[in-house]
């Protein structure tokens, strides 16, 4: 079975894959969001040029084959466009075999315990604890994050004093038996953070993101010893070799990798058994409502070191309005502040043929 056609279908923000074989099977991934058009001009250009005759058979050794024919182009776009080709190869295989990915993997549709994410920082500590205490009352959840520091901030908050009052603010509003995370997105010295994490743990949050920032590995490391509560990171990562000196240091608690940025399930995968002979638990970063946060579902269901929850963004059409109306149906659907990983063949999700129309089409072909 060779992979005969790729087509990409792209706005500025999402870029769908439709792999199709010489058989005439099908199967749909995605690559990593933002700038979806740069990276489908480099799936076309660099990837589906080695992918096209290819056995669709050996996904881990196809990506591992394009890795080393683009060697001299390493780096995030390259995983962010093999994310596509992996992603459409798992949903080829689970619907050739009737079964859904997480069942590829090892294990079963079930429930997952999802954690509401919370990615803004223009919002007020006061409005910030009133709509994650509505999400509870209405969706069930019973673990949330929200933002400190300012992106990248070199300890300047996003405004003066905002962290010292967002911390206390909401979770003593959630109170007891709620889990608390907070994530950083890289904004503090390591002395800052330190602070900052004593200040979380006075108030029962046990999970603190990405302190500093992420390219510092050393930076982290030294927050994760000084604190007694869950350090975290590795969302940006995609070197396999960077992950390696990151668990064997021990530079977080707790890892997080991205399935696109990654490049893709079988890259990600090796990045949680690395995890796992560590003693490492992993918690994927999924942070919006595209194919990432399925694919992180169908990982989560399967993998030996799951985290405690999936992250799951509580942003709707005000904060990304480019992720409505992606799926039929409803494949995000909370119950009891849990989600559950779809049961039908490869993704088990239809992309929205009326947002495919709207799209750009791309085709690369094999003669």
């Known amino acids: 079975m060779k992979i005969q056609r790729l087509e990409t279908f792209t706005d500025q923000f999402v870029c769908f894959v439709r792999l199709t074989t010489d058989t005439g099977d099908v199967g749909w991934g995605q690559t990593s969001t933002y700038n979806a058009d740069i ?48 992603t459409a190869l798992w949903d080829l295989h689970g619907r050739l075999q009737g079964k859904p990915v997480v069942e590829l993997l090892g294990g079963r549709p079930r429930q997952l315990r999802a954690y509401a994410s919370s990615m803004k920082r223009d919002i007020t500590p006061e409005a910030e604890a009133q709509r994650l205490l509505r999400l509870r009352d209405i969706k069930g959840f019973d673990a949330f994050k929200w933002r400190v520091a300012a992106e990248c901030g070199r300890d300047i908050d996003e405004w003066p004093g905002r962290t010292e009052a967002i911390v206390p603010t ?151 309005p480019w992720q409505e109306g992606l799926f039929l149906g409803d494949p995000f659907a909370i119950r009891d502040g849990q989600v559950t990983i779809p049961s039908a063949p490869g993704w088990g999700v239809e992309i929205n043929p009326a947002w495919l129309a709207r799209s750009v089409h791309q085709l690369s072909a094999r003669e």
């Open 170 to 320: 909401v979770a003593r509003a959630l109170g007891d038996g709620i889990a608390k995370l907070v994530d950083a997105n890289g904004g503090y010295s390591p002395a800052r953070a330190i602070e900052i994490g004593r200040l979380l743990e006075s108030e029962d949050v046990a999970h603190f993101e990405e302190p500093c920032p992420y390219w510092e590995l050393e930076q982290t490391k030294s927050v994760t010893e000084a604190l007694d509560l869950d350090v975290t990171g590795g969302e940006q990562d995609w070197d396999l070799a960077t992950w390696r000196r990151m668990i064997d240091t021990r530079a977080v608690d707790v890892v997080q990798p991205d399935v696109m940025y990654m490049g893709g399930l079988s890259r990600t995968m090796m990045v949680t058994a690395m995890a796992a002979a560590a003693g490492l638990p992993c918690t994927p970063h999924s942070a919006n409502l595209s194919l990432v946060t399925i694919c992180t579902m169908h990982l989560l269901g399967a993998i030996a070191n799951p985290g405690k929850y999936l992250e799951f963004s509580i942003e709707g059409a005000d904060y990304y």
């Open 39 to 86: 990276t489908a001009t480099i799936f076309h250009r660099q990837v589906a040029p080695w992918a096209l005759g290819a056995d669709a058979g050996d996904i881990t050794g196809l990506v591992r084959r394009i890795e080393e024919r683009e060697h001299k182009f390493p780096g995030s776009y390259r995983c962010r466009a093999l994310a596509g080709l992996d």
